[in-house]
Every structure is written in C-alpha cells, then in structure tokens.
C-alpha cells in the first residue's frame, strides 16, 4: 500500500477506513492497520508513506506482485500505476471515484484497453471535497465562489 497523503477531516466521510483519531497520519500506514484487523490472518500489507511514482517503485517493484490494485485520486499517478503495470506485464484493476460515481476497470497488456488509451471525458460537475481540499484549477476556484 502506497500514499503520499495524510488523513483529512474530509477523508472520514468517504473513505471507512479512516476514525476520527487518525485525522494527520499517514494514509497508507493507517490504511493497512485498519485492513489487517479485517483479514488479521493470511494477509501481509506493506505500508509506504511515499509517492507511487519515485524510483524506488520501478518496473521490477510491480513485477514482484502477481496483480496491482489502483484507487488513486489523481491523474498523473494513475497513468504512471497503468504504464508500470503494462511494463511489468501484471494485471492492473483500476478503480476510482469522482463525486458519488465509482468505477473499476480490469487492465490486461495485449487484452484489454489501457487506462490511457481513451481519457475519460472532462468533468462536468466537481465533487466538494475536490473544491475544498485540493484546488488544482481555476474553475474549482469558481465552483467554490
């Protein structure tokens, strides 16, 4: 498990693995505690503080897995899981959501279409936790207005 992010007051609605207490920790340490009391048995998680797309994650860190599980928010680091897990040759199921949508997508080289090979089409609408925790564009700016 890997995340750059620390939790938010605004994660503890829309993400159930979070409690009040874990508002400024790490995402990815928290996230894989709250898992393992789910599965305590059978299950290693290794919890990265980091981002996805140094290094240190190459082509041979996804290769080590036998399918890679995507639920980033952002774009960039998406495409770059997507490119990893083609260069690796590993299945990528990559899932997301944007306001009260969800998806999920099954990636397989040679099988199935890429995360990248049709983009999604511009957002419409943008859901309030976007607006106020991480305005990257202007008309989130004017959304929020």
């Not at 874990?22 to 981002?51: D, L, M, Y």
């Not at 490119?83 to 944007?98: I, K, N």
């Not at 511009?122 to 004017?142: D, G, L, N």
Request: proline content about 7%.
């Amino acid at each position: 498990m890997i995340d750059l992010d620390t939790i938010d007051v605004s994660n503890l609605n829309r993400q159930f693995l979070f409690r009040p207490a874990h508002v400024g920790k790490a995402k990815a340490t928290t996230a894989a505690e709250s898992v393992q009391r789910f599965v305590p048995t059978g299950a290693k998680i290794s919890a990265h503080h980091s981002n996805i797309m140094v290094q240190q994650f190459d082509r041979d860190y996804f290769a080590s897995f036998d399918v890679v599980i995507n639920g980033l928010d952002n774009a960039a680091a998406r495409k770059h899981v997507n490119r990893m897990a083609l260069a690796a040759r590993r299945p990528l199921v990559e899932a997301g959501s944007t306001g009260y949508n969800g998806q999920a997508q099954e990636i397989r080289r040679g099988m199935t279409e890429c995360y990248e090979c049709f983009p999604p089409p511009a957002p419409k609408t943008y859901p309030i936790c976007t607006i106020r925790q991480t305005p990257e564009k202007p008309v989130h700016c004017i959304v929020w207005a």
